[in-house]
């Protein structure tokens, strides 16, 4: 079992090495290491799709508190974003030109909901993205140290956890939406507390399988193309991380 992360469960990660699966070897194709996927270049990538992600966020947050009404571009970019996920999971030769976009249209969607718990809950936005910040620094120091190491084990547990979420998420909405269920996580109820801090432990492990993931593709020294793949997937983790740390703590502060 492999990430959560449907860039990380891609095919593409998996190692080919010359052997098919029937046990029938092919000739090998070697590739110059300039060409293969790395550490160093995955990560300048992540930070270039954060960079274009901030930009992007400011967009939407200046039209907010400009007095513009800028929830067509949040929920396009969360539209659009969602697609070239899509997409990129189906084709990740086109990475280099998806993964960027990604981040754009992303943005927009980061910089409008950011705005709108800004505007409810002032200095929340600072919060979320100093605990996002800590978060993924905390999870890539225990990672780097193999103080967590992933095993197969770890990998199911995360797995099936994060599943059951999205699974209670897509019920609990689409309930909402023809019924008059009210989910538990609504509201700032302890319970609806504990479910937010429940997920966020689940998004922040999902980062030890986009690490290991990673690296186990420049292990398998993968294309160039698969650093963009690398970085929009962990870039799709660290947004959802953020915005679950938003929504507790505009529970938190909405019980004072």
């Given amino acids: 079992m492999n990430s959560k992360n449907p860039f990380f469960s891609n095919k593409s990660f998996k190692n080919t090495s010359g052997v098919s699966s029937d046990n029938v ?9 300039n060409d293969t996927m790395t550490v160093s270049g995955t990560i300048n990538k992540s930070f270039l799709m954060l960079i274009l992600l901030i930009a ?11 007095g ?16 070239l996920v899509l997409i990129a999971s189906f084709k990740p030769q086109y990475s280099a030109f998806l993964a960027p976009g990604y981040a754009v249209f992303e943005g927009l969607f980061i910089g409008g909901i950011s705005a709108l718990f800004e505007t409810m809950y002032p200095g929340i936005v600072i919060q979320a ?3 996002t910040f800590v978060t993924f620094m905390v999870c890539f120091a225990l990672y780097k140290y193999e103080i967590v190491k992933v095993t197969e084990k770890f990998k199911s547990i995360v797995i099936a956890a994060t599943l059951a979420i999205a699974t209670y998420y897509l019920i609990t909405w689409l309930l909402s939406m023809f019924t008059s269920f009210q989910p538990l996580h609504y509201g700032n109820s302890w319970m609806s507390i504990g479910i937010s801090v429940f997920v966020i432990v689940i998004a922040a492990l999902n980062l030890f399988l986009d690490f290991d993931q990673i690296e186990k593709g420049v292990q398998n020294k993968l294309p160039k193309y698969m650093e963009w793949f690398g970085a929009m997937g962990l870039m799709i983790t660290l947004v959802w991380l953020y915005v679950e740390f938003l929504r507790l703590l505009s529970k938190l502060a909405s019980k004072d």
Avoid: C, K, P, R
């Fill in 25 to 33: 070897t092919h000739q090998a194709t070697v590739i110059d290491y």
């Fill in 129 to 131: 993205v100093g605990a």
């Fill in 68 to 83: 513009y009404n800028a929830m067509i571009l949040t929920i396009g970019g969360a539209i659009i974003g969602f697609i």
């Fill in 56 to 66: 992007s966020a400011a967009i939407t947050w200046m039209l907010t508190f400009g």
